[in-house]
């Protein structure tokens, strides 16, 4: 996470253009006033015009999963930057021609301050954890890309959502809450609830009631709720909702193969991706024999091998449909 720079619209593009894309630099290109409504943009009636010169083809939004604590969410910080797990996505999207640009979130309802630090997430010698931003300040920053380089553009940017274990659930409840935003793809890295809602049901709960409104369209403090489906129930982390286009799913399993023998691993993703109709269109998952719950999330692992040759796939298919490029 990093500090908003409130700048002019067209400046952020500038900066931009004269350089690679960063976190940094995305964060910029995505400022906006926070606001806690629904977006209720009307339907596009006018010319489509391209995105300014310098945004991103494709924007990933990455929300990273629990502490190895026992106090989430308040130690939870974004680590698939710092794991170079969003490095590697980049990389792939733009070896094929692609720019992109990315933003880094906390598996936590908000902007907080860990008072811990965790070397296996920050890195070798981080003792102070930085600031660190949450679900709705990246919320925030999904509405500004569907006003300014989504909604009536000829050239609309692609949403990628990535999250590893809790951050599974929240960008699945983001994608949710915006059933009119566009995402192009969803990359869920072994999404699990274990824990979840211990850690964040009464933190929405007291949120929504300090607000004095639901400013989403369901419970969130429920997100890891379940929905039968055919003959089973699903948690809704499981759903891939209409307004997704693909999804990636990897999963570790109960039993990894690691130095030559059999392992338990735990907590690990147990059902395969649904729609909420039943069907598995766009769904591709990966049961990963040799990863853990925690190794699934790093760009060396076989997991994130199968993510990134998968990509190309993806971004064919890119080619020949079409991003809507306004509300219905």
């Known amino acids: 996470m990093v500090s908003v720079l409130r700048r002019p619209f067209l400046l952020l593009f500038l900066l931009l253009s004269a350089c690679a894309p960063s976190l940094r ?5 995505m400022s906006a006033q926070p606001t806690s409504m629904q977006p209720t943009m009307p339907a596009y ?41 969003v490095r590697a996505l980049t990389a792939a999207f ?20 860990p008072p811990s630090a965790y070397e296996s997430q920050l890195g070798e010698g981080v003792t102070v954890a930085p600031p660190q931003d949450g679900f709705i300040q990246l919320e925030d920053h999904l509405k500004a890309a569907y006003s300014n ?33 566009p995402i192009s793809l969803i990359i869920d890295l072994d999404g699990v609830c274990d824990l979840w809602e211990q850690d964040n049901r009464t933190l929405i709960q ?4 300090a607000l004095g409104h639901n400013p989403w369209p369901f419970d969130l403090s429920n997100a890891c709720g379940s ?21 990636l799913e990897v999963q570790s399993q109960r039993l990894v193969s690691l130095r ?45 091998a199968w993510v990134k040759s998968s990509i190309a796939s ?15």
């Open 227 to 247: 929905l039968r489906v055919g003959n089973l129930r699903y948690d809704l982390k499981d759903l891939v909702y209409p307004n997704v286009a693909q999804n």
């Open 45 to 85: 009636s006018g010319d489509l015009t391209p995105r300014p010169q310098g945004s991103p083809d494709v924007l990933i939004l990455a929300v990273s999963g629990r502490c190895p604590c026992l106090n989430g969410p308040i130690n939870n910080v974004e680590y698939l930057g710092q794991r170079g797990t």
């Open 206 to 209: 007291n949120y929504v009631r």
């Open 94 to 113: 733009e070896a094929l021609g692609l720019s992109v640009a990315h933003i880094g979130a906390s598996a936590h309802l908000t902007s907080h301050f």
């Open 149 to 181: 380089l989504i909604y009536g553009r000829s050239n609309p940017t692609r949403i990628v959502l990535v999250a590893h274990s809790h951050g599974v659930v929240w960008t699945h409840a983001l994608a949710r809450a915006h059933p009119d935003i």
């Open 314 to 328: 993806v971004v064919a298919s890119w080619r020949t449909a079409t991003v809507p490029s306004a509300a219905p």
């Open 260 to 304: 030559g023998g059999l392992h338990a691993n735990f907590p690990y993703d147990a059902l395969d991706n649904v729609r909420p109709d039943g069907s598995r269109l766009g769904i591709q998952t990966f049961h990963s024999p040799d990863d853990t719950h925690t190794t699934v999330s790093l760009p060396t692992s076989s997991a994130m």
């Open 25 to 29: 630099s995305a964060t910029q290109l």
